[in-house]
């Protein structure tokens, strides 16, 4: 099986992903973060290297997909290649930080990369408010995410339900995280696991399932 966690900068997705690895036996991948070499650009002039970020994004998360499509074990990832696309490439093109050629470009080579490739069995998305999000990033306190505006992550947040909502036409379980700890609180991490048994085994019964979410 192939799961991934989505959601926006600060939600808790690697955190989750750790967590679920740990819980199931599942193998699994992050995204490349601390060792990219354009966030702090990108952090400091998006405009200018906004490209060259989601181009190395989308090729790391593609080397991501064709190890999971290739593994006989389930794998867990951090972040998927749908959501880099229609969540964050699609608001730096939106903000005006991508030409048409750029993006043209961009989207030709996600469209052959996916079609060779199966998307996640299941995506779970962490849906937080803006100042849930900005708490978590100050506390992990990265020196190049301590400048980004609330209006960016507000607009990351609106994509990000329209992506989930709207266009992605895979399996979702949302979970409202605002009100979780499934770090330090062991209730929120088996209520979430309880949830996840019910949508890939079977389990569970008393949860009903709902269009998009659980």
Do not use: C
Not at 62 to 68: E, G, M, S, W
Not at 81 to 107: C, H, P, Q
Not at 146 to 166: C, P
Request: avoid cysteine.
């Amino acid at each position: 099986m192939y799961i991934a966690v989505a959601g926006n900068i600060g939600s808790g997705k690697s955190t989750l992903t750790q967590l679920l690895a740990r819980h199931y036996g599942w193998k699994p991948r992050y995204e490349s973060v601390d060792n990219n070499p354009y966030l702090e650009d990108y952090y400091r002039d998006i405009h200018r290297w906004s490209f060259n970020l989601e181009i190395y994004f989308l090729k790391e998360r593609f080397r991501d997909l064709l190890a999971i499509h290739q593994a006989a074990h389930t794998i867990i990832q951090d972040r998927s290649i749908y959501e880099g696309v229609y969540v964050f490439m699609a608001n730096n093109k939106a903000m005006g930080n991508l030409s048409d050629r750029d993006f043209e470009t961009y989207m030709e080579l996600f469209h052959q990369m996916t079609s060779i490739v199966r998307p996640p069995d299941l995506m779970i998305y962490l849906r937080a408010s803006v100042p849930h999000l900005v708490g978590n990033i100050q506390m992990r306190g990265r020196d190049y995410e301590q400048t980004m505006n609330l209006e960016y992550l507000e607009n990351l947040n609106q994509r990000y339900d329209d992506f989930i909502y709207h266009k992605y036409p895979g399996r979702v379980m949302t979970v409202e995280k605002d009100d979780l700890d499934f770090l330090n609180r062991p209730h929120d991490l088996a209520h979430i696991i309880d949830r996840i048994d019910q949508t890939l085994f079977g389990l569970f019964p008393e949860y009903p399932e709902t269009p998009k979410t659980i």
